[in-house]
Each structure stands twice: as C-alpha cells, then as structure tokens.
C-alpha cells in the first residue's frame, strides 16, 4: 500500500523544521499543508484538537502532534538513518536534553529577546547558565549525535536558524563565540550541512516576522 | 556500588517517584530508595540532577537519569525481557506519550491551583479547569483502552503509571479541598479504571494512604504561600 504522509506546519516554525529536517533525512516523500496560524484549517483543528497546532504530521490518514513526539515516531517507523542513540542511556540523555531546551532554553532566549533594560539585562544571565549545560554536552562532538545529526541536533536546530536573526534584532550577542566555542562551532556546522540547508526559510522573511513578533513588548514598555 | 545496582531518590509524597517505582515494579526489578526530603534537598540530589534539582533521579550503572517519563522509557528499554511499559506500536506510542506529556503540562499545574487557590471563588475557578481536563483525558481512555482496564489494555502501562502516580493526592484534594476530580457520574470510566489501577499489585505499596499523604500536602501548600526564602 502506498504510504500517505502529509506535514501541515508553517514556513517558519522551528518546530516544524524539526520535521521537515528529520524526514529529509530518512528521504521519506510527504505533502506539505502550509497553514496560516491566525486563521487555522479545518484539518488542523480536527487533527490536534486539544491543542490546535501545528506541526501535525498525518500518516495513513493517522495524526501525530508536537514535534518531539513525531521525530520519535518518524525514527521508529522508518528505520532507515537512525535518529536517536540506540543505546538506552544515550537515548535517556537525548530525550532529557531536548526537553530541557525546549522547557528551559527557548524561554530563556525569548525573554532576553522580548524585554529591554533593566529586565533584559536581568534575563541574560538565566539563559547564559542554559546554554552553558549545552555547551558542556558537546564537548569531544561534532554533534550532539556523534559524528552525524540526530534527534537531539534536531531538537535544537532552531538556534543555529534563529539565534542569529535574534542576535541582529536586538542587537545583542546571545550566543558569544567567545564563551560559547563550541555550541556557536554546533551552529555553524549545522547550518552548513546540505540537507539542513535546503530546507532554511528565507532570512530577511525571518528577519522581517520576528522583528513584528516583537513590536507589542516593545509597546509594552513604552 | 556494584554496577548492576540500582538506586532511585525519590520520595514517597511524589507522584513523579511513584512513576519510577510502580515502574519497576511491573518489571520486577528490586531498587534502593533513597527517601529525600523535598522541602530541603540534599547534596546527593543536586549531584545528581544538577540542571533540575528535582526527583526522581535513577541511578543505573552510576549514571543518573533524571526526568520521570524519560526515567519509565529507559527502565522499558533496559529491562526489556520483563512485562513491556510503553506499547509496541509506534503509533499507539506516539499517543501514549502525547496524552503523558499533556498530564505533565496541564493535570499536574491544575492540581496545584486547586491546592492554592485563595476564597471558595478561586477554588471553583481552579476545579472547573481542572474538570475540562479531566474530561479530555476520559476520551483518552476510551481511545487508547479499546474496551478493556487499562490505558495499556489488559496491563498496566506508560500511561497508566503517568496519569495513576498523582491518584494520591487526587485523593488528597478531595479531602483538603472538597474537590473531586475523577467524578463517577462525569468521568465513569476513568472513576472505575482509578480502583483497577490503586487496588493492582504493582501499585499498592507505591502509592502513600490519604492522610500520611495529607500532613505533607499541608506543608508543601504552606511552603508554597510563603514568600520564597
């Protein structure tokens, strides 16, 4: 039976580019649903009723939602290029590592991101202390999988997108080379490779929605 | 330590640890409990956990693990010869995990604004939002049981142990707060799936009775009104 696969995601989302990157990677053929996030689809919201977002990846008319969960599925369905470590405590560390950028370092960035002054200069410390647990786990890598991308360079791909759109904005160093050699090395790496690269949203588009993401904190404060 | 030993620092007021030891229960592993106090965590604890500085921690071949659902992955991975956790498909998977991740995203928080909330006002407001959850989670159980006791099916499972590790204290705040949050009428089958999984074998010594649990929920609520210091 043929495969059906559909991804509906936005252009821009990092969580939807975790997608897009990991079924590049195990070369699987899908349909792409771009949705617009102030005026969702039908299927979306029929699909992820209990949160209404995207990404949703539709497999066999079957949905699965949040990307994590999903690059998980996406590994255990298509064995082919393995994603996560096969061993079990490699894998442990993974998963926790994801999780805690999500729940801990994306947060912390967009404070820093949103605010301005007093409170922004409060909010740069917390994310430093982040990103120094990460910088610490890629020592002796080239990446957080070993010698190839995998779940958990995935998992935080959105930085090597993002970090440097945020960094032009505010005009600040989030990510210093100099504290931070061998997490800003990660970045560049990534970025650099031919299947990540492809599928980069374009930047000044980038440049352009979070720059108006950020006008209502600016307004905030004003 | 001998490398086949296993430890978990846990506590048994929280439902997170419960996960882990119900865990290892239904695979039959024997461990070590190290009983932290969590209103005043010890040196082992922030070693272990350094990034959270919260339990459980399992400790397997001196590594620490910490994170309860990536704690139940990896115990169903190891030990993997003993009864399976998480279901085979990965489909069913997928949906397993989503609704566990969904109790720690919104089950949890709800439980602790009913335990806080100020005025009989706050507490309704908090019971309402917990209620819709609750009902989410009833469809849940109607998907993923197809028909029979457990989330996981005829065994206990993944999302069993996610959503059953905190039925303590759903009693606990039944009696604190006159809340009832797995109601008969409302949620009939998760009412009736709670008495299948308190009363099954690999349960029954985990999770603490209401009134040992009550004395340490009146501390913690306290601690949380406290101005921190």
């Not at chain 1, 690269?197 to 979070?210: A, G, L």
């Not at chain 2, 119900?22 to 070590?32: G, Q, T």
């Not at chain 2, 039925?167 to 008495?195: S, T, Y």
């Amino acid at each position: 039976m043929a495969e059906e696969l559909k991804l509906f995601r936005t252009w821009s989302s990092p969580y939807s580019l975790r997608v897009v990157h990991a079924l590049k990677i195990k070369g699987l053929e899908y349909e792409t649903i771009l949705e617009d996030l102030q005026n969702k689809s039908a299927a979306v919201l029929e699909y992820n009723p209990t949160y209404k977002k995207v990404p949703v990846l539709v497999h066999n008319g079957k949905p699965i939602c949040e990307s994590l969960l999903i690059l998980e599925y996406i590994d255990e369905t298509w064995k082919q290029r393995p994603l996560l470590p096969q061993d079990p405590y490699q894998k442990a560390m993974a998963r926790f590592w994801a999780k805690f950028g999500d729940d801990k370092v994306l947060p912390s960035i967009w404070t820093v991101f949103i605010s301005q002054g007093k409170e922004q200069e409060e909010a740069i410390a917390p994310a430093a202390g982040n990103l120094k647990f990460l910088e610490e786990q890629l020592k002796g890598k080239k990446f957080f999988g070993g010698e190839t991308i995998g779940y958990l360079d995935l998992a935080f791909g959105w930085m090597a997108n993002l970090i440097s759109i945020l960094e032009e904005i505010v005009d600040l160093k989030l990510v210093d080379p100099e504290i931070f050699p061998l997490l800003s090395t990660w970045m560049n790496t990534f970025s650099d490779d031919p299947v990540i690269k492809e599928c980069w949203p374009p930047r000044d588009k980038m440049v352009e929605k979070f720059k108006a993401m950020r006008e209502p904190y600016l307004q905030r404060t004003a | 330590m001998g490398l086949e030993e296993v430890k978990v620092i846990g506590s048994r007021v929280s439902p997170f640890a419960a996960r882990v030891m119900i865990a290892f229960n239904i695979k039959c592993v024997e461990y070590e409990l190290i009983e932290e106090n969590i209103l005043n965590k010890s040196d082992l604890l922030l070693k272990s956990n350094p990034v959270y500085q919260k339990i459980p921690v399992l400790i397997h071949r001196q590594l620490p693990i910490s994170e309860s659902l990536v704690i139940l992955h990896y115990i169903d991975e190891v030990w993997a010869s003993g009864p399976s956790i998480l279901p085979s498909d990965p489909y069913d998977r997928a949906v397993a995990r989503f609704w566990a991740a969904y109790i720690d995203d919104k089950f949890f928080a709800a439980q602790l604004a009913i335990l806080i909330a100020e005025g009989e006002e706050g507490k309704k407001g908090a019971a309402e939002e917990a209620a819709q959850i609750l009902v989410l989670l009833e469809d849940a159980f109607t998907e993923c049981s197809k028909g029979r006791k457990f989330f996981g099916g005829d065994r206990i499972g993944y999302l069993d142990i996610a959503l059953g590790s905190f039925l303590a204290w759903v009693r606990v705040i039944h009696k604190m707060c006159g809340v009832r949050l797995i109601d008969e009428c409302k949620n009939p089958k998760l009412f009736e799936w709670a008495q299948h999984f308190s009363a099954h074998v690999v349960v029954q010594d985990v999770l603490p009775e209401t009134d040992e649990l009550m004395d340490f929920a009146k501390l913690f609520v306290a601690k949380l009104h406290k101005p921190s210091g």
